[in-house]
């Protein structure tokens, strides 16, 4: 996948980098916020680096950058596909990203994030060689699910993970 530099109305979505971190680390300090990414062990300011540092260096970790004032206020990682995606035929052959993404609780209800996955979504397909695209959340989380449902994604299977009931949803590309 090659560097991805977007602009919408209000942002710019770019990679992640090292002089981001103090406002990650503003964000990701919320606990509803963290309880809803599933982030374990994300306590203080040294865990946090060690989580971002980990996403900088094994995910495509995007930066969703507010133009006004250049602040980063949110992120979209992309990772791998879930686990039993990659082992249903439907999905062999084909390349796929598993999207978690995560907005300043206090930057929510905006329509920001919205935006900036209408501009990253076209831009994996058409130019980053993306088949599908998937999400997991947990059916309490709404917000998660209703964005997904209105970008397109689609009920693919409920399934169990440990104690946790996970509703899986995929974007394909269009044909
Ligand atoms: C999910 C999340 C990223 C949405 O970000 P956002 O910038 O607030 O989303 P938007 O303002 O662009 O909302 C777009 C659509 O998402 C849905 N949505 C967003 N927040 C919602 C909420 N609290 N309740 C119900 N639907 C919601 C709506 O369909 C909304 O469209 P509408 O405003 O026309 O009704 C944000 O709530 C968040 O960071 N949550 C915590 C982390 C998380 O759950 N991440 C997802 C799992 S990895």
């Known amino acids: ?5 977007l602009e919408t109305e209000r942002l710019i979505v770019r990679p992640h980098g090292l002089d981001d971190f103090t406002a990650y680390f503003a ?3 919320d606990p509803d916020l963290q309880a809803k990414l599933g982030l374990n062990g994300v306590t203080d300011e040294a865990s946090a680096k060690e989580t971002f540092c980990w996403l900088m260096k094994n995910c495509i970790f995007l930066a969703l950058v507010r133009k006004a004032d250049g ?3 949110g992120h979209i990682a992309l ?3 879930f686990d039993s995606l990659s082992h249903d035929p439907e999905f062999q ?5 598993s999207l978690s993404f995560a907005m300043a609780t206090k930057e929510q209800r905006r329509g920001l994030m919205g935006e900036a996955l209408e501009a990253l979504i076209p831009e994996l397909f058409q130019h980053q060689g993306a088949d599908f695209l998937d999400r997991e959340a947990e059916p ?5 699910l209703s964005l997904q449902q209105k970008l397109g994604f689609t009920l693919w299977r ?4 440990y104690d946790t ?3 899986i949803q995929v974007l394909m590309k269009e044909q």
């Open 165 to 167: 009931e996970l509703v």
């Open 79 to 81: 990772h791998p596909p």
């Open 71 to 73: 602040k980063a206020i």
């Open 1 to 5: 996948m090659s560097s991805i530099r």
């Open 93 to 97: 052959g084909k390349t796929g990203y």
């Open 27 to 29: 964000y990701i300090m």
């Open 158 to 161: 409920r399934e169990r993970w």
């Open 140 to 144: 309490s989380n709404t917000a998660c």
